[in-house]
């Protein structure tokens, strides 16, 4: 398995900020992703994580409004840039691990933009 | 691209009463089927999955038995609590891909 420590689990931000969110799991995973879950709404992925290179973006998402790093096996950051109040989510951290065939979760972070 | 359906929710049930919520898939290859459970203020966690057909996924009294043949993978309780109130989310994985969700059924359990 895998445990993954995800920080803040919550923020209350103002317009036009950025928030940069950590994502750090307990073991070298090969695929890191981020998603995002809108008030009401199911799971969104927004990028995979690619260690040592770009991020991967999914259709509607640019890496300007979501930077995202992956330093190493274990550890990736996304930012939510320039927030307006329609980026209050809960973000999500997930990882994939090799032969666990499963995807693990952070326990979120809930973003309210003010 | 792969794809999963959801009954729509929320579903209301009366405490101890029986639980179904339906899930459906679209895959090509041979993809591991999940449930996730969200309960209120929390993030996701894992209720079971099921890997290859015919298996059946079970934990805390909920089951789920991966159909090849229906591309199903309905989710079922006997005897619901008012603590399983909560948003279900099925979901696909193909490998190394990303997971595809179901748009979630809210449960409500009353006693």
């Known amino acids: 398995s895998a445990v993954i420590s995800q920080k803040p689990s919550r923020d209350i931000c103002q317009r036009g900020t950025s928030l940069t969110i950590q994502c750090q799991v307990d073991s070298q995973v090969t695929m890191m992703f981020w998603y995002r879950q809108q008030p009401g709404q199911s799971l969104t992925l927004i990028a995979t994580a690619n260690q040592g290179s770009e991020a991967t973006y999914e259709s509607g998402f640019v890496i300007d409004k979501f930077p995202i790093s992956r330093p190493n096996l274990t550890f990736s950051t996304l930012t939510v840039s320039n927030m307006s109040p329609e980026d209050s989510s809960i973000y999500l951290c997930s990882a994939d691990k090799q032969g666990a065939a499963e995807a693990f979760f952070g326990q979120g972070t809930r973003l309210t933009v003010v | 691209g792969d794809s999963v359906t959801q009954m729509e929710g929320p579903v209301t049930l009366s405490e101890e009463a029986f639980l179904t919520i339906n899930c459906t898939y679209t895959?090509?290859?041979?993809?591991?089927l999940f449930w996730y459970v969200q309960y209120p203020g929390e993030g996701l966690q894992l209720l079971l999955k099921a890997t290859k057909a015919d298996d059946k996924g079970s934990n805390k009294g909920f089951e789920a038995t991966y159909r090849k043949e229906t591309t199903s993978f309905h989710l079922e309780k006997g005897s619901v609590q008012v603590s399983d109130s909560a948003v279900y989310f099925c979901?696909?994985?193909?490998?190394?891909?990303?997971?595809?969700f179901g748009t979630g059924t809210r449960l409500l359990v009353s006693p």
């Open positions: 979901a696909l994985h193909t490998g190394f891909q990303k997971l595809v």
């Open positions: 895959a090509t290859g041979y993809p591991s």
